[in-house]
């Protein structure tokens, strides 16, 4: 089979008109498995190939993109860099934007070798054109690229091409194309900003973070919610939360939240800006955030309790991040009465229209109600409690009727709800003092799909592993509990028939 591969390869070379023949050998390639075309690695010739891209015929060009794409995939990246540097560079230049997509894909398996990398590194042409590639109508290529420039600044040789040297320029220029492309730009810098202290440095001082900070606080509203995702993203790392509050970032965000009330576009980047201290809060210190910025909180708790759909799915999603941990549940708990009303309102919102928020809710729901075995003290488990029983007159029964509904994620979101409190004794009590739940737990006909078997199974396993259900439910229901588990997410209970002589 190899010998035919190669066989095809030398025709295709040879033929003025080679189109037979490539059909051929994308057949023979694709049938070849990876390991026997590395084999025979040394002795394929590939430049033919790269040359027959030069044409304009798209079957030829898509013939060829696939057959190298199969062959490169059999090559060292460092014998690719060091012997078809010129066809890299002419890909990226192609009009077509598949062959961009093969070159640039081979960019990034070069720039995930160590010894690779730095032939690209002494290449400033190819170079100079990756950054260019950013800027591509085709968003696939533009992400390959984006994601090759971050791999190469992982070093300090990269760190040092990028930012101090003439490819700033270039960065800077290909940010002038469109906002789409700026905004590429400012992706790249901020996931080379948060792979270490040094790298955010480098990106500080070539000035492209100050213009992102800048373009934050602007006046075009749109332009600030693109922005504030960027810099949420900069905040998951402890160097880049630093940076921030040194540079003042953190208090010009909450000064912001501040002044969106007399502001009638805010609804376009306040969700943004909420999330922003939302995720900050989870990846710092609840408490600690949530003291220094009262405005945050005040803000969540105003846009729940409020009449917009939107505003109130992100506060419901930020409540669920601040209480997704228990610092984050106690200082929810220190609003009182007023969380308490607005445990009941998401109950309420559970089961009304919109069924996206609905969803969210239950998702929310499902955060702010679970612990883990070592968080249940005394005091938190009578936390939980007291929320559950804020969520509605009949909490439990609420949630048991979303879970019988025919629409598969409302039934599945309920059923996360049980296995957030599964593990929980107050919780247990009550679903055996309720009347036929412990039977809807085993019964496998109301699972209806993939999606929903497998969540009745994170609740039947969640309830088996807890400590205290075999007290609790009594050793019958326990061991049907056991033995559904046991079984797996997918059993089907085998039904005998008997034939009958005679019967049709």
Known sequence: MAEEVLELLARVSGAEEPLEELRALRVAVQALPLSALRERAPDIRLGRLFALLDVNDREQVALCVSILERFLQAVDPLYVIQNFREELQKGLFHPDDSVKLLTVAQVGRIVENSDAVREILNNPELLRQIIYCIGGEKIAVAKEAIKSLSRIAQTQDGLEALFASNFLVDLKNVMATSDVVRYRVYELIVEISSVSADSLNYCANSGLISELIEELTGDDVLVRATSIE??????????????????GIIDKISNIIIGADSDPFSGFYLPGFVKFFGNLAIVDSPQQICERYPVFMEKVFGMAEGHDTTMIGVAVDTLAILGSNVEGKQVLQKAGSRFQHLLNRIGHQAKNPPAELRLRCLDAISS????????????LLGMTESWFAALSSQPLELFRSISTQPFPDLHCGALRV?????????????????PGFVEYIVDRSVEPDKASKDAKYELV??????????????????LRLRAYLHEGPYYVKAVSTTAVEGAE
């Open 461 to 478: 396993k969640a309830l088996v592993n807890s400590k205290t259900i075999a007290e609790i439910f009594g050793n019958q229901y326990y």
């Open 368 to 379: 702010l109600l679970y612990l883990s075995p070592d968080q249940q003290t005394e005091d």
């Open 230 to 247: 960027m810099v949420t993203s900069l905040a998951y790392t402890k160097h880049g939360r630093q940076y921030l509050a040194q540079q």
């Open 418 to 434: 049980f296995t957030a409190i599964a593990n929980q004794p107050w919780a247990q009590k009550l679903m055996l003092d309720s």
